[in-house]
């Protein structure tokens, strides 16, 4: 199938597709058709459980199918992206697949992205349609979406409830007076048509800042991220992972959806909030569990040991304090980290690590196609054995360009096509272990007067602090140093804090004392810019410049 948007695309070489495919990462199916498959071999079993809902993979399999052939009878046909704007839900989970089937593309912005975003994200994937939830407590997205369609020819599609504006169209019951053994032959038709690198997916770069890039992932590609996670955590059918962030969003379509559907494991889906995680582990029978930054401290509950059935705890999203894996190792609970992206790559700490290199690190790749570089920042020349660089990747997986960005492109990859992230990584051995520890953001370092101050080594000692729930470091400008750093900190129960009580916490440690915040702002909560749960660290940048440094003593 070949879509008008297809010079866009960087796609890799004919001799790598040769040789992923030799080497078993890639499988002919398209995501479709491995859904089907597995569907095939675990009717039965559940694909996904939300709240009272549940679907098993026979009947998931049946109602994409229904749905997909309903779009294909509204005129969207194959390669036409699709905005979505929806929460999780079972209904969700079925978009999701349905589109996958007919051919669409879904474009995975958020629903807390307003008109700044979506008209530049439109612009450029040239959407054919926009899936919106029908109801949203915050924001009417649907005559948000039937306003964004204004002027031209994209559908509005709504889902979990009535479509009561009359230009939007239903998709919960799309499809449903189609003969299904019809809509079946209908997407075997389309699916037959893609190849291992067609389009599958567009999402968006994670950066804090401006209108996020727009990354095309691949059929094959995309299919072997989730997978590939599957095996680097032993899941297979039986298996119930719980997920509570946003589900149309890269980890949430790798660890919740793609990763455990590819062994016939069950997605076990909340919504993000971190007071409900307890009751969602417990009475989803989860085996495994994600928890993000803003839910932490729910691996610290007595309710989570109280669960039956769990065994496992993955964090993702910052550098986890310590003590969380000590209280989850009293409990023989097994915990480890986790570091993906949008972009590709990602590495996960193995089953068999030792507990430090598990607290200390984020593992290693998932993949032994992933090909990692540390290099000086803004150069191709590796780093010492041990020292701090760029993490530089590669592999079966990975981007080869941002799509429709060929500017952008020659500066975000080396010349022999491994990307930059911008994350600052070393490569150690903890305990025995080989494994990799992320050491910051290039653009989070503070230079102060010269010395680099590394903003999650000095964050992870204010987590330590027992006051500290949350804490996000910044540059403060200043006219002698340059920059001094400002502390942003959220307290247990609202509880006071100020600079005294840290130097005394970074004192005892043994810090050095050019790392200690000069400025403490106790916030009742943290500016963020998406439901993922990032910090939004401009915000943070924007309030500490209105600040002078804490007066002294």
Known sequence: MTLASDAKIVRYSPEAEARYVREGLWEPPTIAQHL??????HPDRD????????????E???????????????????????LLQLHNTLNTVVAWYALLKAGLVPVCTLPLHRGHEISEIARQTNPVAHLVAAADPRFDLVAFAVAQAAGTERAVLVSDGDATDPRAVALDRLGDDIDPAQARSLVEGIQARLELQSLAVFQLSGGTTGVPKVIPCLQAPYWLYGASLARAMDWGPGDRIAFMMPIVHNAGVII??????????????????AKTAVELVAGGGATDV???????????????AAAPT?????????????????????RGIWAGQIFGMSEGLCLTTPLDHPLDARADSVGVPIS?????????????????????GELCTRGPYTLLGYYDAAEHNRRAFTADGFYRTGDLMAERVIDGARCYTVEGRIKNMISRGGEKINTEEVELLLASHPAVAEA???????PRLGERACAFVVTRDGSALDLAEVRVHFEERQVAKYKWPERVVVLADMPRVSQVGKIDRRRLRELAAGLGPEPRA
């Open 36 to 41: 089907h498959a597995i569907a095939q071999r």
């Open 47 to 58: 694909a996904v459980v939300c709240g009272p809902d549940h679907l098993t993979f026979a």
């Open 60 to 82: 998931l399999d049946r109602i994409t199918d229904l749905r997909a052939a309903g779009l294909h009878r509204l005129g969207l046909e194959p390669g036409g992206a699709v």
């Open 256 to 273: 919740g959806l793609q990763g455990p559907h590819s062994v016939g494991a069950t997605l076990v889906l909340g919504t993000p909030d």
């Open 290 to 304: 994600l928890l993000g930054p803003f839910a932490y401290d729910v691996a610290l509950d007595d309710g989570l």
């Open 310 to 330: 769990l065994r496992r705890v993955l964090f993702s999203g910052k550098k986890v304090p310590r003590g969380h894996f000590d209280v989850l190792e009293s």
């Open 368 to 388: 032994t196609a992933d090909e990692i570089r540390l290099y000086e920042p803004g150069t191709e020349d590796e780093v010492a054995p041990g020292e701090v």
């Open 472 to 478: 996000a470091l910044v540059a403060m400008p200043d």
